[in-house]
């Protein structure tokens, strides 16, 4: 099948890590998004990483990539109360025609305790 | 910079009546997306262009759904006629043809049909 699977709920208190895991499908997919959906806003790109990188760190961000078990995984250090929102793991499809689609996951919902 | 523009932000109508949603993609952006966030259905992808040219509208839910892109700068997407059913909140989003390009999503529009 071409599903992106991440957990729908995750809840942290403020101030501790938070991580999102995403399992995607195509081992060739060659960059893997994370987008962030804040209440009453579109998708906003939050970070990707490129299919030859394991980590990318970006300030408060970090990415993880295992491609043998073809895992994503996003870290929020020191979460705050402003990174609760839905975040969504994505891909790109690929099969002749589709340049530019992405498959999306259905979101998790993270939710920050003060 | 400019994102992605749609209009109207919020629509409420009745069952039976035509809807015309529109979107102003990012300035030099050749991929168009129409995508539907519903609460049970997550996000679903409707439709895309490349180039002004229709690719894949395998998501257009039914015959009462139609999408046009009749220059690289505008697009709409009707509901002709609508149904309680079509409530959602519908995305545009544009990004640069290529795999694995980033889409950058607009603000969407609350489609509300009573």
Known sequence: GEDVEQSLFLSVREGDSSVINCTYTDSSSTYLYWYKQEPGAGLQLLTYIFSNMDMKQDQRLTVLLNKKDKHLSLRIADTQTGDSAIYFCAEPLNYGGSQGNLIFGKGTKLSVKP | ?114
């Open chain 2, 1 to 114: 910079d400019a994102g992605v523009i749609q209009s109207p932000r919020h629509e409420v109508t009745e069952m039976g009546q035509e809807v015309t949603l529109r979107c102003k993609p990012i300035s030099g952006h050749n991929s168009l997306f129409w995508y539907r966030q519903t609460m049970m259905r997550g996000l679903e992808l409707l439709i895309y262009f490349n180039n002004n040219v229709p690719i894949d509208d395998s998501g257009m839910p039914e015959d009462r759904f139609s999408a046009k892109m009749p220059n690289a700068s505008f697009s709409t997407l009707k509901i002709q006629p609508s149904e309680p059913r079509d409530s959602a909140v519908y995305f545009c989003a544009s990004s640069f043809l290529g795999e694995g390009q980033p889409q950058h999503f607009g603000d969407g529009t609350r489609l509300s049909i009573l």
